[in-house]
């Protein structure tokens, strides 16, 4: 085993959350919108946190990989975009399904491997897409996605419908060659999409800083490609909230792409087989502190929220969740009539006569 | 009816359909005012101007990210991928994206997209810019694959293609792009899935596609000097492949040959030959014969890669000795 923090990760020093900018309370923001992000917030979470159950009781097979303590980004992008926007995520877009509208109980049973999932069983935690209501799919290899929605905005653009199209991605995906190709590609034509980099800190097991060349791994590429350099705290709704209806709000009316680096940290291991052992353990312990769930309780408390509001919207998630699970509990496993259907726009699978 | 050349046939099949289309677009390497590296593409720009001809970065990931996301957000596209063999720097786009999303999603989004790209050898161009890569197309489940062999075919062939509503790989033999021939007047589509005999016969069968196509038909028409009929079939589609028309060829001559220039290993002959011996095997008169460039990348010397890709004297040599052997027995 060795000592050196060089290649012991647990060993570094660690990466300390900023502390939270209270001036935020008194942001431009209403309180339906932040009650709505509240919602989100605990949607995610709650939804995540069965997920995680589910696993346990080995109901869901595969993997899976969740955004607990992330929840604030997709939260905020998700209450800034409209209807008609497009996202696109990644293999962790559990959440970004979620901030979008996708129904809990189709996206639960997806998990499970059912047929009354939102991909019919065909697609799994790793892919949830419900084009219907804008989200365009989880894509599950490092990269490709940002070179997909940069497709989806030059449609939009052509189409000149206004509509913008949001990528999400994590830390470890600025290191692939599709991220620079597709900033190039956005910045060149001018494109209606946000790249929103939710950086977690780890590249899967691997500190990002110990294998990137620069500190903040979006930001800092963000010059190369006449882009503005944009941090922010990704643990902080209201702070996602604002970022994102700005950015969101420049590509619509055609002054191009933005790239967004929000900080943020995973509560778990990065997938399903992780239990994180990388970490130092301080900071393990600084990042709980900021979590962005209980934080923006407090925030709104103390704005003026009554409590009971806020226990509300628990309650009624809580109960969101148990029917979603439910629903996907009765679901039958899917039957072979569906295992050779959908290859084709013709709904089948023939490629010979 | 209009002489056209292959290359020439390229551009007037999606100049048709842009006429036809307001809404497709194509995008790709040095195609707008360039007209391509193969001038493909010629003439586009000005009739259809630069958003609905875009050139590109040297990003192939960028360019058939680009396409995907137009396709499934409602606009048909046509990407190029300047040499196949680049297919290899975005194969995780064509492989793992464009090909799987609709099953992934259970058939939530369609991708009617082509991408057109520049195959094959005997241009002298070396071990990267000459492979034929039918079958690392063929092998994913979710693409079609294309490969005419005529202008007339580039033409049809490719207009169907782009009305195809699922991704298209569409192969564009580089040693066919001088060739010419007369061409139909008017509007032309064809349909995938469909092979054609090229020259009846009764004595064998060979199937080839793209350039082997006139090496099959040249060493053929020797045969017929030697009393040997032989049907030539173009297969044009790999997927979807027209195996009835090979199958009813084979019951009826009882010997099958492939001609492929791709490397031998798991070339797309492997899999005729299979559905061959599944399906007509009590018809056959002897084993079916792969005639194939070895497996090696191709070497840039024109002495060597004419050595390597299958000839007319290869084809005729091969299958005089095996219907002569068969005749015998």
């Known amino acids: 085993m060795p000592t050196d923090p060089r290649y012991d990760y647990a060993l570094r020093e660690p990466r300390l959350p900023s502390p939270v900018d209270t001036s935020l309370a008194e942001a431009d923001i209403d309180k339906g919108t932040r009650l709505g992000m509240y919602r989100k917030l605990q949607e995610l979470r709650q939804f995540e ?33 409209r209807p008609d926007d497009y996202t696109f995520a990644t293999y962790r877009g559990h959440a970004h399904s979620l901030a979008r509208g996708m129904e809990m109980g189709p996206a639960m049973a997806e998990l499970l491997g059912r047929e009354n999932g939102v991909l019919g069983g065909k697609g799994g935690s790793m892919h949830l897409t419900d084009a219907k209501r804008g989200m365009m799919g989880s894509y599950a290899i490092i990269g490709a996605h940002l070179c997909i929605a940069n497709g989806a905005a030059w449609s939009a653009q052509m189409r000149g419908t206004d509509q913008v199209a949001v990528a999400f991605f994590g830390d470890g995906t600025t290191n692939i060659g599709a991220f620079h190709e597709a900033l190039n590609m956005a910045s060149i034509w001018n494109l209606p999409v946000v790249f929103v980099c939710e950086n977690n800190l780890y590249m899967e097991y691997t500190p990002i800083d110990a294998i990137t060349a620069v500190d903040n791994p979006a930001a800092d590429r963000a010059g190369a490609y006449g882009l503005d350099s944009i941090l922010i705290d990704g643990n902080d ?117 | 009816m209009a002489e056209l050349s292959y290359r020439d046939a390229v551009a007037y099949a999606i100049a048709q359909e842009m006429r036809r289309d307001p809404n497709l677009v194509m995008l790709g390497e040095d195609i707008a005012a360039a007209g391509g590296v193969f001038k493909t593409t010629v003439g586009l720009l000005d009739e259809f101007g630069p958003d609905r001809v875009r050139d590109t970065p040297i990003s192939e990931q960028a360019i058939l990210g680009a396409a995907m996301g137009a396709a499934m957000t409602g606009v048909p596209v046509i990407a190029e991928i300047m040499f196949s063999d680049f297919i290899a720097v975005c194969f995780d786009m064509l492989a793992n994206e464009i090909a799987k999303s609709r099953y992934m999603t259970d058939g939530q989004v369609s991708f009617p997209m082509v991408v057109r790209t520049a195959n094959g050898g005997g241009s002298r161009f070396g071990a990267q810019h000459s492979q034929s890569v039918e079958n690392w197309c063929m092998m994913i489940p979710g693409l079609k694959v294309v490969a005419p062999s005529t202008p007339e075919d580039v033409v049809g062939l490719l207009a169907a293609s782009i009305r195809d509503p699922d991704p298209v790989v569409f192969l564009e033999h580089k040693s066919l792009m001088a060739s010419k021939a007369e061409i139909p007047d008017g509007e032309l589509v064809d349909q995938l899935g469909k092979a054609k005999v090229v020259r009846e016969g009764s004595d064998a069968t060979i199937a080839a596609l793209a350039l082997m196509v006139p090496r099959a038909l040249e060493a053929a028409e020797r045969l017929a000097n030697d009393g ?22 084979v019951s009826k001559t009882g010997r099958f040959f492939t001609v492929e220039e791709n490397p031998r290993l798991c070339g797309w002959g492997a899999e005729l030959v299979s559905i061959i011996d599944e399906e007509v095997f009590w018809d056959l008169d002897g084993p079916s014969i792969r005639i194939t460039t070895p497996h090696i990348p191709l070497p840039a010397a024109a002495a060597l890669e004419d050595m390597a890709v299958p000839s007319v004297d290869r084809i005729y040599e091969t299958v005089l000795k095996s219907v002569d052997t068969g005749s015998r027995s």
């Open chain 1, 237 to 353: 709704p209201d702070a996602v909230f604002l970022t994102a209806r700005d950015v969101i709000a420049k590509a619509r009316r055609g002054d191009g792409p933005s790239l967004v680096e929000a900080v943020t940290y995973r509560s778990g291991g990065h997938s399903r087989a992780d239990p994180g052992k990388y970490r130092p353990e301080a900071e393990i312990e600084a990042w709980k502190g900021r979590d962005p769930i209980p934080m923006y309780h407090d925030r709104l408390l103390s704005m003026g929220t009554p409590e009971g509001e806020l226990s509300s919207i628990e309650r009624e998630v809580a109960q969101a969740v148990d029917a979603a699970t439910e629903f996907a509990k009765a679901g039958a496993e899917p039957g072979e009539s569906a295992l050779m259907t959908d290859v084709w726009a013709d709904g089948g699978s023939q490629w010979r006569n």
């Open chain 2, 228 to 249: 040997i009929s032989v049907e030539v079939i173009d297969v044009r589609t790999l997927v979807p492949l027209d195996t009835r028309a090979l199958l009813t060829s």
């Open chain 1, 49 to 81: 946190k069965r997920a995680y159950d589910l696993f346990m009781q080995n109901l869901v097979k595969g993997t899976s990989h969740l955004s607990l303590g992330m929840e604030a980004i997709a939260a905020g992008f998700g209450t800034a975009m």
